[in-house]
């Protein structure tokens, strides 16, 4: 039998043909892989992107309070120093070993009460013989007074005793205001400081011995700019508010205005007198003074801690309630608001603009916040809200 010659197989071809199925079907696979993970991820994306839809951040919780008006007395605000009306360091006038030391640091003394007492022996010497010249020196002038008077002595030696008796009392006062100036006194009612010397100690003159300060009453000097000055009149009341202060202040009068105002920083300079009876006031405390002026001014004040500081514009959170529009129900949320501030006063600040009467803001947890944010108000516990706070408020 006769082959065709075309007809001819190859054994290769049914090797070819399994390769080429082979990869159709990991092709296929391949695909139905990728499909299948597009497929799940897609349907991550979806249920995801439902749970994201469905959650909702829970409400922060706040305090409030409502912008209300109220009414702050006039006052010019200023910071102060305590001068003492009395004041000095009492030094040594003469140099000399301490005897005795007749006071203890930190006590009350009188006007004349011995301090310290330096040596005197030597003075005392001088003096015992002085007092004998001085009493011959009297003797005999009361003696040639007699012979002048009777015409026997010549008025020259009559002037001469004369003059050696004011030369004797004269040493004699002499002495004793060397003793008296080594006897050192109080010279003024006060408050001793801490001593600074030791007895038998040698002082030189001018060494510093103990601060002395009168308490009651005390000067209190501060500054006001120059636009102050029709404002402030003597006998006008201040209140001082030392550091520690309790808020009630210790009040006082304006007894001197300088007569002229500093070039520098055109303020003038201001004093005033303050009963210091408990001694609340001490010499070189920094005080706090507010020059009480007439009538009332009427503010919108806010608590401090309602407001967000920023270098650009200060800002508070206003608090206002709407239906939720999930559920229906109303539901209170935050809203950021620019405000512009006045004067503080305690716990509150004066809000010139941004805010209306009646309007609600937070006043606590306000860094947690963000506009639009839902909030839940809890005011069982709420800030400070005084003009003039006490110690255990703040």
């Given at each position: 039998?006769?082959?065709?010659?075309?007809?001819?197989?190859?054994?290769?071809?049914?090797?070819?043909?399994?390769?080429?199925?082979?990869?159709?079907?990991?092709?296929?696979?391949?695909?139905?892989?990728?499909?299948?993970?597009?497929g799940i991820k897609k349907w991550?994306?979806a249920e995801g992107a439902k749970?994201?839809?469905?959650?909702?951040?829970?409400?922060?919780?706040?305090?409030?309070?409502?912008?209300?008006?109220?009414?702050?007395?006039?006052?010019?605000?200023?910071?102060?120093?305590?001068?003492?009306?009395?004041?000095?360091?009492?030094?040594?006038?003469?140099?000399?070993?301490?005897?005795?030391?007749?006071?203890?640091s930190g006590a009350k003394v009188?006007?004349?009460?011995?301090?310290?007492?330096?040596?005197?022996?030597?003075?005392?010497?001088?003096?015992?013989?002085?007092?004998?010249?001085?009493?011959?020196?009297?003797?005999?002038?009361?003696?040639?007074?007699?012979?002048?008077?009777?015409?026997?002595?010549?008025?020259?030696?009559?002037?001469?005793?004369?003059?050696?008796?004011?030369?004797?009392?004269?040493?004699?006062?002499?002495?004793?205001?060397?003793?008296?100036?080594?006897?050192?006194?109080?010279?003024?009612?006060?408050?001793?400081?801490?001593?600074?010397?030791?007895?038998?100690?040698?002082?030189?003159?001018?060494?510093?011995?103990?601060?002395?300060?009168?308490?009651?009453?005390?000067?209190?000097?501060?500054?006001?700019?120059?636009?102050?000055?029709?404002?402030?009149?003597?006998?006008?009341?201040?209140?001082?508010?030392?550091?520690?202060?309790?808020?009630?202040?210790?009040?006082?009068?304006?007894?001197?205005?300088?007569?002229?105002?500093?070039?520098?920083?055109?303020?003038?300079?201001?004093?005033?007198?303050?009963?210091?009876?408990?001694?609340?006031?001490?010499?070189?405390?920094?005080?706090?003074?507010?020059?009480?002026?007439?009538?009332?001014?009427?503010?919108?004040?806010?608590?401090?801690?309602?407001?967000?500081?920023?270098?650009?514009?200060?800002?508070?959170?206003?608090?206002?309630?709407?239906?939720?529009?999930?559920?229906?129900?109303?539901?209170?949320?935050?809203?950021?608001?620019?405000?512009?501030?006045?004067?503080?006063?305690?716990?509150?600040?004066?809000?010139?603009?941004?805010?209306?009467?009646?309007?609600?803001?937070?006043?606590?947890?306000?860094?947690?916040?963000?506009?639009?944010?839902?909030?839940?108000?809890?005011?069982?516990?709420?800030?400070?809200?005084?003009?003039?706070?006490?110690?255990?408020?703040?």
């Amino acid at each position: 039998m006769k082959t065709h010659p075309n007809s001819t197989e190859h054994p290769t071809c049914g090797q070819g043909g399994g390769a080429i199925q082979k990869w159709i079907i990991a092709i296929v696979v391949v695909v139905v892989l990728v499909g299948g993970l597009a497929g799940i991820k897609k349907w991550q994306f979806a249920e995801g992107a439902k749970q994201q839809e469905a959650f909702v951040m829970p409400p922060e919780a706040i305090t409030t309070t409502v912008v209300a008006a109220q009414k702050w007395p006039m006052v010019l605000a200023a910071v102060g120093t305590v001068k003492p009306v009395n004041g000095l360091v009492i030094s040594a006038d003469l140099p000399g070993n301490v005897a005795t030391i007749s006071f203890d640091s930190g006590a009350k003394v009188k006007k004349g009460d011995l301090l310290v007492q330096q040596d005197v022996s030597e003075e005392q010497a001088l003096l015992r013989g002085a007092e004998a010249a001085k009493r011959l020196a009297e003797l005999n002038l009361q003696r040639f007074k007699g012979l002048l008077d009777k015409r026997v002595a010549a008025q020259s030696d009559y002037d001469q005793s004369a003059a050696e008796y004011i030369k004797s009392d004269a040493r004699s006062q002499e002495i004793r205001a060397l003793i008296e100036k080594k006897t050192i006194r109080a010279p003024f009612d006060g408050v001793a400081g801490i001593r600074k010397v030791n007895a038998g100690q040698y002082l030189q003159a001018g060494d510093k011995i103990v601060p002395l300060q009168s308490m009651s009453p005390v000067y209190v000097n501060f500054s006001l700019p120059q636009h102050d000055l029709p404002l402030v009149t003597p006998g006008g009341t201040v209140r001082v508010l030392p550091s520690e202060s309790d808020g009630a202040g210790i009040e006082g009068k304006v007894t001197a205005i300088d007569s002229v105002v500093e070039e520098t920083t055109r303020n003038f300079l201001v004093q005033a007198t303050v009963e210091n009876t408990d001694a609340r006031l001490r010499p070189g405390m920094f005080v706090r003074v507010e020059v009480v002026l007439p009538g009332d001014r009427n503010v919108l004040a806010i608590p401090s801690t309602a407001i967000s500081y920023a270098p650009y514009m200060d800002s508070v959170y206003v608090v206002t309630e709407s239906p939720d529009p999930k559920t229906g129900k109303p539901a209170a949320s935050v809203s950021k608001r620019p405000v512009r501030l006045g004067e503080a006063r305690g716990d509150l600040v004066e809000v010139l603009s941004g805010l209306k009467a009646g309007e609600v803001v937070a006043t606590s947890g306000i860094f947690k916040l963000r506009p639009g944010a839902a909030v839940q108000v809890d005011n069982a516990i709420l800030p400070g809200e005084s003009t003039s706070p006490k110690n255990e408020d703040r």
